[in-house]
């Protein structure tokens, strides 16, 4: 079966990861501007870091027939310095001319300090300005329920953007139902030991349904699983979920969320 | 497409045979895991504050209730509302330390 990982960070991953995910039926990834385990010392390091994601992995996901599109933006690990933020911030309308850019992302929290709050909220008039998608990260575990519904405040009371062009990622049981009901996309990440298991993503699709909702892998440099997304596939197979509810989550719905941007392109 | 609010499409006895020997397996781990706590040299002399919150938590699944994931995570959580004034540090600890909100 056909599937899109909409979240995984391959700058981190090795070239027999895309092999091993095109061979489970991969054929188009997004990849969000994330933390790369260290904080940058300069601007150009960003650069740097935005030239690979529109310049080098597609040319690398291509070898393997995978469509490679990203999201640029100052992740929320390194936004904390709000001065050096809006040093990088100022590169970013730069590359959302970039044919592989979908939207501004992964924007949000980490720890929900006043900086966080202050760059998300810069991040957020960045993409009302050039009428982009927003891609979403929220906070880690303890952090998680007070971080994203601070985000889902800070959008609804300064923009205008509508939400169905916002995606919140991360949910988890606690999270998942307010993120729909206030109208976002809500993303489900996959992780073995924080976030998302295959099977609780399958209980909160039983509980939940399958509308506004994906799945990701979320692969990156911790530990993670770049078939994550086959495997709850997999999962929802076994439990005897029909074929279309499957594919609305691993392909249709990404192909919704993502297709409003018009260089969204999964090969079909 | 699979309705909200849908219940499994498996029995219980299908998911009785699907997974009891898996979460026997993560029950015996987390019952290690507590032995080998207590086992250690308390170097502390106080309960860690993320043992407190397992065991808290570890009551919720017997209690009749359900939800009970969300309401695990629920517990786990930090319930203030404030932005704070610095992050401090990146990472979390997966339950609230002592002092938070």
Known sequence: ?268 | MTSPANPSPMNRTEIADLYFLEHRARLLDLAAFLDRYDRADDDTGTDDFRLTALRNAIALLIDGSGDRTARVLDLMSDHSTEPIDQAGMKGACGTPPPGTG
């Open chain 1, 1 to 268: 079966m056909k599937y899109i990982d909409p979240h995984i960070h391959m700058v981190s991953r090795t070239t027999d990861d895309y092999r091993r995910m095109a061979l489970a039926g991969c054929v188009a990834i997004t990849e969000p501007a994330f933390w790369a385990g260290f904080d940058r010392s300069s601007p150009q390091g960003f650069l740097d870091y935005y030239r690979q994601l529109t310049d080098t992995e597609p040319r690398r996901a291509a070898q393997y027939g995978i469509r490679h599109h990203c999201w640029i933006c100052v992740n929320p690990k390194e936004a904390e310095d709000a001065g050096f933020a809006r040093e990088v911030m100022s590169l970013i309308p730069e590359f959302l001319q970039k044919e592989n850019v979908l939207g501004v992302g992964e924007i949000g929290l980490n720890k929900n300090s006043r900086n966080e709050l202050v760059i998300l909220e810069e991040h957020l008039a960045l993409a009302e300005q050039h009428d982009q998608l927003v891609l979403v990260h929220t906070p880690h575990l303890e952090d998680k329920l007070k971080g994203t519904r601070l985000i889902m405040d800070a959008i609804k009371a300064n923009t205008s953007l509508d939400p169905g062009r916002v995606l919140i990622d991360h949910v988890e049981e606690h999270t998942v139902r307010e993120v729909l009901d206030r109208g976002f996309w809500a993303g489900m990440t996959l992780y073995p030991d924080t976030k998302c298991t295959p099977q609780r993503a399958a209980d909160i699709i039983e509980m939940h349904g399958t509308e506004r909702l994906w799945m990701n892998s979320a692969g990156d440099w911790g530990d993670s699983d770049p078939l994550a997304v086959p495997k709850a596939i997999v999962e929802m197979r076994r439990r005897g979920h029909d074929t279309a509810s499957i594919e609305q989550v691993s392909w249709g719905n990404p192909v919704a969320f993502l297709g409003q941007c018009p260089r969204f392109d999964a090969g079909e």
